[in-house]
C-alpha cells in the first residue's frame, strides 16, 4: 500500500505539471531548475533515511514519511513563482525520497525472508499507483484547479497512512534485519569490490530514473505542445507509461527466475531505449503515446533490481545509496531536458532517455560476472 501510494501522489502531482508551469509563468529551463527541488531534496535525505532505517527501523521511518508526503504535495500549487516552486519541492521531494528508501529497505526484508526476487512486485504497486493517479488526473484536469486537485490528494494519503500505518508498525522485522534496529552497532565494512558492486548499480538505477523522471516532468508537455494533443490525452500519456510499467514489473519474477539478471537488464534497456526513440521523434501523439508504452515495459524492471542487488549486499546503507544515485538520475534529466529543450527542442532531449537506456543494458551485460564478498553472495535465482 505504500508503494502503491507513493506511486500514487506521485503521478497526481507531475500530471498538473503543465497548470503549475502556467500559473508560475516559467519557460522551460526555469521549470527545469524548479523541478530539480524534486530531485535535490530527495537525494539530501536519502543517505540520512538508510541511517535511520538502521536506528528506528524501516516501518517506523516508513509510516512516519506516509504522513509527511500527502502534507508536502499540497504546496506546490499554491506558489506563483519558479523560485517559490523550487523551495516547496525541495520539502516535497525530501519527503518523497525519505519514503522510496525505507519501503525499499523494508521490501529487501522481505524479499529475503520469501527467498524469491519478488522486489519488481512491489514496484509493480508504485507503478499501479502511478497510473491510477495519472489517470484519475487527467480526468480531472479539466474540471478541477490544481489547488484543489493536490488538497484532495493529501488528504487521501493521510487516510491511506492512517489505515496501513500501524498494521505495518505492529509487523516485527525478521532477526536478521531486527539486530542493528534501535541501538548503535557498528556496522559490517564492505570490501572494496562490494563497495564498486554497489556503485555499478547505483549507475544503472541512475540511468533509468533519469528516463522515469524525464517522461514524469516532461512527456505531458511534449504530447501537448509539440504533438497538439488535448490536455487529458497528454495526461494519458504518463497512465499509459505507468500502465506498462506495471505489467513489466508483475512479470518481473518470472523474467528474473526464467532469464537470469543479466539477461532481464539487456532486455530490459534495448527495449526501453527503442521505445523512447519512437516516443521522442514520433509525428503523432498515437505514435508517441506507443513509444511511451514500450519505454515502459523497458524500464519495468531494471531500477528494482539494481536497487535490490544493492540492498542485498549492504542493507539499509546499500539501498540508499543506489537511491542516491538513481535519483541522481532525475536530478541530472529536468534541468538538462529543460536546457536542451530550449537550446535545440524538447524532442530531441527526450532522446537523451534513449541513449541512457541503451547504457543501462551495457552496464548490465558489463556486470554478468560481478560477484561480491562471500557473505553477500547473490541469490542462485540472481545468477545466469
Same mark, same amino acid.
Given at each position: 500500500?505504500?508503494?502503491?501510494?507513493?506511486?500514487?501522489?506521485?503521478?497526481?502531482?507531475?500530471?498538473?505539471?503543465?497548470?503549475?508551469?502556467?500559473?508560475?509563468?516559467?519557460?522551460?529551463?526555469?521549470?527545469?531548475?524548479?523541478?530539480?527541488?524534486?530531485?535535490?531534496?530527495?537525494?539530501?535525505?536519502?543517505?540520512?533515511?538508510?541511517?535511520?532505517?538502521?536506528?528506528?527501523?524501516?516501518? $517506523?521511518?516508513?509510516?512516519?514519511?506516509?504522513?509527511?508526503?500527502?502534507? !508536502?504535495?499540497?504546496? %506546490?500549487? *499554491?506558489?506563483?513563482?519558479?523560485?517559490?516552486?523550487?523551495?516547496?519541492?525541495?520539502?516535497?521531494?525530501? $519527503?518523497?525520497?525519505?519514503?522510496?528508501?525505507?519501503?525499499?529497505?523494508?521490501?529487501?526484508?522481505?524479499?529475503?525472508?520469501?527467498?524469491?526476487?519478488?522486489?519488481?512486485?512491489?514496484?509493480?504497486?508504485?507503478?499501479?499507483?502511478?497510473?491510477?493517479?495519472?489517470?484519475?488526473?487527467?480526468?480531472?484536469?479539466?474540471?478541477?484547479?490544481?489547488?484543489?486537485? #493536490?488538497?484532495?490528494?493529501?488528504?487521501?494519503?493521510?487516510?491511506?497512512?492512517?489505515?496501513?500505518?500501524?498494521?505495518?508498525?505492529?509487523?516485527?522485522?525478521? %532477526?536478521? @534485519?531486527?539486530?542493528?534496529?534501535?541501538?548503535?552497532?557498528?556496522? *559490517?565494512?564492505?570490501?572494496?569490490?562490494?563497495?564498486?558492486?554497489?556503485?555499478?548499480?547505483?549507475?544503472?538505477?541512475?540511468?533509468?530514473?533519469?528516463?522515469?523522471?524525464?517522461?514524469?516532468?516532461?512527456? $505531458?508537455?511534449?504530447?501537448?505542445?509539440?504533438?497538439? @494533443?488535448?490536455?487529458?490525452?497528454?495526461?494519458?500519456?504518463?497512465?499509459?507509461?505507468?500502465?506498462?510499467?506495471?505489467?513489466?514489473?508483475?512479470?518481473?519474477?518470472?523474467?528474473?527466475?526464467?532469464?537470469?539478471?543479466?539477461?532481464?537488464?539487456?532486455?530490459?534497456?534495448?527495449?526501453? !531505449?527503442?521505445?523512447?526513440?519512437?516516443?521522442?521523434?514520433?509525428?503523432?501523439?498515437?505514435?508517441?503515446?506507443?513509444?511511451?508504452?514500450?519505454?515502459?515495459?523497458?524500464?519495468?524492471?531494471?531500477?528494482?533490481?539494481?536497487?535490490?542487488?544493492?540492498?542485498?549486499?549492504?542493507?539499509?546503507?546499500?539501498?540508499?545509496?543506489?537511491?542516491?544515485?538513481?535519483?541522481?538520475?532525475?536530478?541530472?534529466?529536468?534541468?538538462?531536458?529543460?536546457?536542451?529543450?530550449?537550446?535545440? !527542442?524538447?524532442?530531441?532531449?527526450?532522446?537523451?532517455?534513449? #541513449?541512457?537506456?541503451?547504457?543501462?543494458?551495457?552496464?548490465?551485460?558489463?556486470?554478468?560476472? $560481478?560477484?561480491?564478498?562471500?557473505?553477500?553472495? %547473490?541469490?542462485?535465482?540472481?545468477?545466469?
Amino acid at each position: 500500500m505504500f508503494f502503491a501510494l507513493d506511486g500514487f501522489l506521485f503521478a497526481g502531482w507531475v500530471v498538473r505539471i503543465p497548470a503549475i508551469k502556467q500559473q508560475t509563468g516559467a519557460s522551460a529551463s526555469t521549470l527545469g531548475l524548479a523541478l530539480l527541488g524534486v530531485s535535490a531534496g530527495a537525494v539530501i535525505t536519502m543517505m540520512l533515511t538508510g541511517r535511520l532505517c538502521r536506528r528506528y527501523g524501516s516501518h $517506523a521511518v516508513t509510516a512516519v514519511c506516509g504522513v509527511l508526503l500527502p502534507l !508536502s504535495i499540497a504546496l %506546490p500549487a *499554491q506558489t506563483h513563482s519558479a523560485l517559490s516552486l523550487g523551495l516547496v519541492l525541495l520539502v516535497f521531494g525530501a $519527503a518523497y525520497g525519505g519514503m522510496n528508501v525505507a519501503m525499499n529497505s523494508a521490501a529487501v526484508d522481505l524479499v529475503a525472508e520469501l527467498r524469491r526476487p519478488v522486489m519488481p512486485s512491489f514496484h509493480a504497486a508504485f507503478s499501479l499507483g502511478g497510473m491510477v493517479g495519472a489517470g484519475l488526473g487527467g480526468l480531472v484536469a479539466g474540471g478541477l484547479s490544481a489547488s484543489t486537485h #493536490l488538497f484532495l490528494l493529501a488528504g487521501t494519503g493521510l487516510l491511506v497512512t492512517a489505515f496501513a500505518g500501524p498494521s505495518l508498525l505492529r509487523h516485527r522485522p525478521a %532477526p536478521a @534485519a531486527q539486530e542493528t534496529v534501535g541501538r548503535r552497532a557498528p556496522r *559490517q565494512r564492505l570490501s572494496p569490490r562490494a563497495r564498486r558492486v554497489v556503485v555499478l548499480f547505483g549507475v544503472i538505477a541512475l540511468c533509468t530514473a533519469y528516463g522515469e523522471g524525464a517522461l514524469a516532468d516532461w512527456g $505531458a508537455l511534449h504530447l501537448e505542445q509539440d504533438l497538439g @494533443a488535448h490536455p487529458g490525452l497528454a495526461a494519458a500519456g504518463y497512465a499509459l507509461f505507468a500502465l506498462t510499467m506495471t505489467a513489466g514489473r508483475l512479470t518481473g519474477t518470472l523474467l528474473l527466475e526464467r532469464l537470469g539478471q543479466t539477461r532481464t537488464l539487456l532486455l530490459g534497456g534495448v527495449t526501453a !531505449s527503442a521505445g523512447m526513440l519512437l516516443g521522442a521523434l514520433a509525428p503523432t501523439a498515437w505514435l508517441a503515446l506507443a513509444g511511451f508504452a514500450v519505454t515502459g515495459l523497458g524500464l519495468a524492471n531494471i531500477f528494482p533490481v539494481a536497487v535490490g542487488r544493492a540492498g542485498e549486499l549492504a542493507g539499509p546503507g546499500g539501498v540508499a545509496a543506489a537511491s542516491t544515485l538513481g535519483y541522481g538520475g532525475m536530478l541530472l534529466g529536468p534541468p538538462a531536458i529543460g536546457f536542451l529543450a530550449d537550446w535545440f !527542442s524538447l524532442p530531441l532531449a527526450l532522446t537523451t532517455v534513449a #541513449l541512457l537506456a541503451a547504457a543501462a543494458a551495457a552496464l548490465g551485460y558489463g556486470a554478468r560476472n $560481478a560477484t561480491t564478498d562471500a557473505h553477500a553472495r %547473490p541469490p542462485a535465482h540472481l545468477v545466469d
